[in-house]
């Protein structure tokens, strides 16, 4: 049985969460995405995993009501985070000032990203900072969002559209209690790229427990892999093939390349993404780098963040109107394009893995660019020398 077609699946897990009998897993494909698989012998054709699909449904999408640009001011609490560490800020307030359960996405002890959960501002660490890869979803985490709300707790769930729209479809009615937040998504990589990059670049012998791709200090962009306070590798993203897959579409899971949620109108109640664009073509009066851009969408969302607003002394939010990220159409008009090199890479991955697929895929337009980029560098070096200005090629 089809729960529904694999090429839009984005594993957000809802019908294994939904299943009455636990006879759903999470099973990679050839190309090493995680899918749905039914042990036949022990379903009992109840049909629910086909009606809590997102894809099988309607999802409800929320228009913009505001839209802020934001940002810790607190340098430390934000030196691990993706941009303008709001995330971290939001759920820092839903514990201690509600007194409750923030859900995110953490690595476990095998550094496969996942949902998890925290009631302690401590817990949070581990949720900051973008992991560039599909987060599990497992079917206690569903199982805990409704039980935290049945016992009367606040619940606030972070993460990328479709995983709240498998959620919103999961818990079947509307929740009071339930705030969601979802990222602006380029698309997610299957966890099991992660996972052999990971093996390849720091051994069987060393120990990791976490991976790296966006922060306020000198790894921004950059892949790097920690054991603690200890950085066991780092490079920056034109260099290390992994994250230039990510970043350029060629390795992302399928459905990404058709995401329905890369619209302006939203799935949960507050979207955060980076505010690209911010003050390119309207002043702003302040630093523009790693920005957040906050929307609210629905009546409780903007609640929440007014309350947020008026009580964190160290977060600034200057209200924008949201056209100004529209700007950049990528991730909040229009999906990520498929890349043409995408086929390619996968007959490889098939074959020989990810690690040698994607660098037989990518090293040669990496080098070239990387060549471009020094030439680049050593003719504006002559032209200042002879003309005192630079020539952008
Ligand atoms: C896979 C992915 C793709 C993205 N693509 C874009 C994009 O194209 N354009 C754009 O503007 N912004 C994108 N973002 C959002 C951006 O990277 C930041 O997450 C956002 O700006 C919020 O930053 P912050 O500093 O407030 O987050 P932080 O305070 O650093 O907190 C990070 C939050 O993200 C959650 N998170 C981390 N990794 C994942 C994951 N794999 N799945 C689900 N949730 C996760 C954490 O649980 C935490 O709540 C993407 C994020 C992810 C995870």
Excluded at 260 to 282: C, H, Q, S, W
Excluded at 310 to 335: C, F, G, H, Q, W
Excluded at 350 to 367: I, N, Q, S
Aim: charged content about 25%.
């Amino acid at each position: 049985m089809e729960i529904c077609p694999e090429n839009i699946c984005t594993g957000c897990g809802a019908c294994m969460g939904i299943c009455p009998v636990d006879c759903i897993s999470m099973k990679e494909n050839k190309y090493g995405e995680q899918h749905p698989a039914i042990d036949e012998a022990v379903c009992i054709k109840c049909g629910k995993c086909r009606r809590v699909c997102p894809n099988n449904n309607e999802s409800e999408f929320n228009m913009v009501k505001k839209c802020y640009a934001a940002w810790g001011t607190d340098k430390e609490n934000r030196r691990k985070c993706a941009s303008g560490g709001i995330a971290t800020m939001i759920s820092g307030y839903f514990i201690e000032d509600t007194g409750g359960i923030v859900f995110g996405t953490s690595y476990d002890g095998n550094l496969r990203a996942g949902v998890s959960h925290t009631d302690k501002s401590g817990g949070l660490e581990k949720l900051k900072g973008s992991k560039y890869v599909h987060g599990y979803f497992g079917r206690g985490e569903y199982k805990a969002v409704k039980d935290f709300l049945e016992k009367g707790l606040k619940v606030l769930f972070i993460g990328t559209p479709c995983q709240v729209s498998g959620l919103l479809s999961y818990m079947g009615k509307n929740y009071p209690d339930l705030y969601t937040c979802d990222l602006l998504c380029h698309g997610t990589c299957p966890s099991s790229y992660l996972k052999d990059e990971a093996a390849h670049l720091i051994g069987k012998r060393r120990h990791a427990d976490n991976i790296r791709f966006r922060g306020n200090d000198d790894y921004d962009f950059h892949l790097s892999i920690w054991n603690g306070k200890k950085c066991l590798y780092n490079k920056k993203a034109a260099d290390q093939p992994y994250l230039y897959g990510f970043l350029k579409g060629v390795t992302l899971r399928e459905c990404c390349y058709s995401c329905r949620y890369a619209r302006p109108e939203r799935v949960a109640d507050i979207t955060l993404g980076d505010f690209i664009m911010l003050g390119k073509n309207k002043p702003f009066g302040y630093p523009a780098d790693n920005v957040s851009y906050v929307t609210v969408n629905t009546k409780k969302g903007e609640r929440l963040f007014n309350d947020i607003s008026e009580n964190l002394r160290d977060m600034k939010a200057v209200e924008r109107d949201y056209t100004e990220r529209l700007e950049y159409p990528l991730s909040i008009k229009t999906p990520s394009p498929r890349h043409p090199a995408t086929d390619r890479f996968r007959k490889r991955y098939v074959k020989y893995g990810f690690h040698a697929a994607v660098r037989m895929t990518l090293l040669p337009e990496m080098t070239l660019e990387k060549a471009m980029r020094t030439y680049r560098k050593f003719h504006n070096m002559g032209h200042r020398i002879l003309h005192g200005t630079d020539q952008n090629l």
